[in-house]
């Protein structure tokens, strides 16, 4: 049984690794993957309905143990929400675990939305000044399962709308251009099939960046071509995209190789050859799920189907 809302997954379309150093970075929901609060029924509970009630709980303990103060000031109706463990709570999610979708962020947005006594409401109290304050408080809770958090995953499956983070760390909600539906290009998700493992990724990112070269290299190329890509995006100008997607991909191969699912490497690099799609990652890689971008879908599907490519957008 069902007693909350369905909360979105999210996708971040661009700023994988180069949000770390100030490039922009623009996500997105995606509804095709969401997770809900039910109450199991005695008797019939399934494991992962108990796995999830026992996650919880956990989860619970974390909450009791943050320090409320200027920066952090969510509280919380603990005794609601140990009284609703007890009765059974879980979270029904279809959002898969470590495929860079956000599966927790789903779960925090849930958790502060039902359970919140002062939240930043999106009906009422949300402004362009506390949307900064929001982030903070989402990422603060967040952090429990990725070691830090951005807060921006909770973000978006919490408003259910586009966020735009800019280099000077402003945040604003966007409209996305107008889906044709029916457009020849598309954005899709190829799934990896196996899940990635952020915090080895992480590192590995992390390592690079004490390498001068690599920082530049970052800076004059990679967030040159991302912030490119969201703009050329978000004005709808389809040649300038897609030119820039092709530099952004095959920099990727170069620099990123190791976050690359070692099973997408020559699909990846089949794109980049034939101009028919481009792949980016999707998250932190290693595994989950990638990006791909098609100038005509139809002729990209080909050599796609094996891989059953899912639309997210048409353009």
Known sequence: MSTSPLYYAKILLFGEYGIINNSNALSIPFDNFNGSFGFMTP???????????????????????LEVNSEF?????????????????????SIPQGFGVGSSGALVAAIYDNYSINKIDPETTLSQEN??????????????????????????????????????????????PESSGTGNAAIFLINSGIPGKTQSMVSIFMEKMKNEGFRKLLKDQFIKYNDACIEAFLNGDVKVFFKNLKKLSGWVLTHFNPMIPENLIDLWK???????????????????????????YEKAYKTLAPHKPEIIFRL
Request: charge should be neutral.
């Open 43 to 65: 008797g019939f509970e399934t494991p992962e309905q108990i796995e999830s009630n026992r996650h919880i709980a956990e989860y619970l303990k974390y909450l009791k143990s």
């Open 73 to 93: 000031f969510t509280r919380f109706d603990f005794e609601r929400l140990e009284s609703d463990i007890k009765k059974g709570l879980f979270f029904d999610s």
């Open 131 to 176: 949307l900064p304050l929001l982030k903070k408080q989402l990422s603060v809770m967040e952090s429990y399962f990725h070691g830090k958090s951005s807060g921006m995953d909770p973000l978006i499956c919490y408003l259910k709308i586009p966020v735009l983070l800019s280099s000077s760390n402003s945040l604003n909600p966007i409209r996305l």
């Open 270 to 296: 089949k794109g980049l050859s034939t101009n028919e799609y481009y792949l980016k990652l999707c998250g932190s890689g290693g595994g989950g799920f990638v990006l791909g971008f098609a100038p005509d």
